[in-house]
Each structure stands twice: as C-alpha cells, then as structure tokens.
C-alpha cells in the first residue's frame, strides 16, 4: 500500500515538473500588476496536479465515480483554457453548473434530497467555488489550506466511514507534491484557477456526501476561516458600492501581506492551522456534529474578531 502511494507521488512529481517546462515553453504563466501579492513573473496553473491524481484513482480503483470525474475534467479543462485565455463569465459558469451536476448525480443528490432544496445547494455550491478561488492569493494558502480540509477529511472517515478513504488521500499527495513548487518565498508554480476550481469541486463533493447522511449545516465550519474572510470582504465591498466581480486586494490576507508586509507562507500557515484548530475542536475530538447553537456561536464570534484585526490594520494604514 506504501509503495503505491510512493508510486503515484513519483507519477505527480513528474507530472508537475514536465507541466512546469511547457507552461514555461509556451507562457502560461502570471504577470504581476497592482492587485498582485507577488512581484515576479510565475508559472500559472500547477493546480493541475489535483484532476491529475483524482483521474490516477479513477483509473487504479476500477473506474469508481464516472460521474463526479467526468465533471472534474470538464470543470478543469475549463479552468486551464481561462488561465490560458480570459473566457467568458457565462461559459465558465455554465460549465461549473455542468460539472456540479455530474458531482450530484454521482451522489444521488437528486434521487434522495427535496428538490427545492436544489436551487439553495447550487447557490451554496457556486459561491464556494468562487470564494476558494478569491482566496487564492498568495504562495501557500490553498495548497495549506486543502491539505487541513482533507487531512481533517481522513480523520472524520475514522468514526464515521463514508467516504472513499483512497481518493482522498490521492488528492492530498497531490497538493504535497503541490506545495513542493509553491510552499516557498519565491513560487516556481501557482495553482491558477484550474488548481483552486478543481480543488473546491472536490471538496464541495465530500461536504455534501457528508451532508447527505449527517443532515447538518454545521459541516460548512470546515471552511469556516476562508468564508469570514470572503463573506465580510464581500459585504464591505458591496457597502462601499464596489464591483464586486474586479479583482482586489481587500481580504485580510491581502492586507496583512501587502500592508503589514507579512510574509506570505506564514499568513499562509496561520489561515491553515487556524482552520485546523476549528476542525479538531468542532469535528475530530467530538467524533460528532456540532449542534447549531455552538456552530452560530463560534461562527458569529470569530466574524466579531476577524473585524477588529481588520478595521485595525485599515485604520493604521488609512485605507478608510
């Protein structure tokens, strides 16, 4: 079993180190402008790593979950032709419709859940996507930050076995072999949108197969700590009657990187490990869902906390 996992490390290893001399050969990379948290030229799209592995699992465990893979490929070759090309708004959406669908399907999502329900399940599932995708921006986060989720994800598959324990830990030796290009201070790779549009398909797959048996709200709190941080900024950019959809620099990873000049690992880091710290507390060591009491109380006082460290560090650099 070791040695498989061996094998197919050394399999992503080489897909990403041939991946990074055609971006290079044929400049898909990322050049930075004044929204940027980094100041030199990087390859874009290493997150292809991540449809990589699930397609190695597909393969090797007898073809399991057509479905959920065919909507990954669609969703992923989508997101590569967008960090190689600007597409439309509407064609990426539709297609991240599409790939949703095939996720559910594989899930029995339409056969077992209220169809009004639906319309609030794509809701949630699309501002997922596109939340991950916001908070993909600086060298760490989102490699860090899945490596929580799916590590929290394997320690929940111990009390309660409902998950495909192999594809998950396909996926984290993925973004180990991820972190190998992007855990660092100058980048070789970023993971582009086919890396963070990828990687929140697969977690929006898990969350609702644990949604479907545990019947809980409470399981968004495994994304807690991105969430505060798009949600708030989202809310304040509305306020101050900002397009929402143009990139910026206002998430509090921005600012404490930017402004405060934090270094981007360690930023990177303290999101993961604070994410980690929600998962043990709420899911791990109870072996059990939280009741919504709790899970309201903990959310709502860390968006209290997260405004202060926010309005504090706008305040000191007068950026209100």
Known sequence: MILSYLIVFLLLMLVGLIYLRLAIKFGIVDKPNHRSSHSSVTVRGGGILFP????????????????????????????????????????????????????????????????????????VSLGIINAINFMDGINGISGLYALVFFGSMLAVQEYMPIFEESLIRYVILSVLVFLFFNLRKNALMFAGDIGSISIAYLMIYFLVQWYMVGHSWTIILFLMIYGIDVFLTMAQRLKNKENITQPHRSHLYQLLVNQSKCDHVTIALIYALLQGVVNLGLFIFPQTLPNSFLASAILLASMLVYLIIKSGIRKKYQLI
């Open 52 to 123: 990589f592995a699930v397609i190695f699992w597909w393969m090797a465990f007898d073809f399991l979950h057509t479905w959920m893979v065919l909507g990954l490929v669609w969703i992923a070759t989508v997101s590569l032709l967008d960090d190689m090309y600007t597409l439309s708004r509407k064609l990426r959406f539709g297609v991240q419709f599409l790939a949703l669908s095939m996720a559910f399907y594989d899930l029995g999502v339409f056969e077992r859940m209220d169809w009004m329900a639906l319309p609030m399940l794509y809701f």
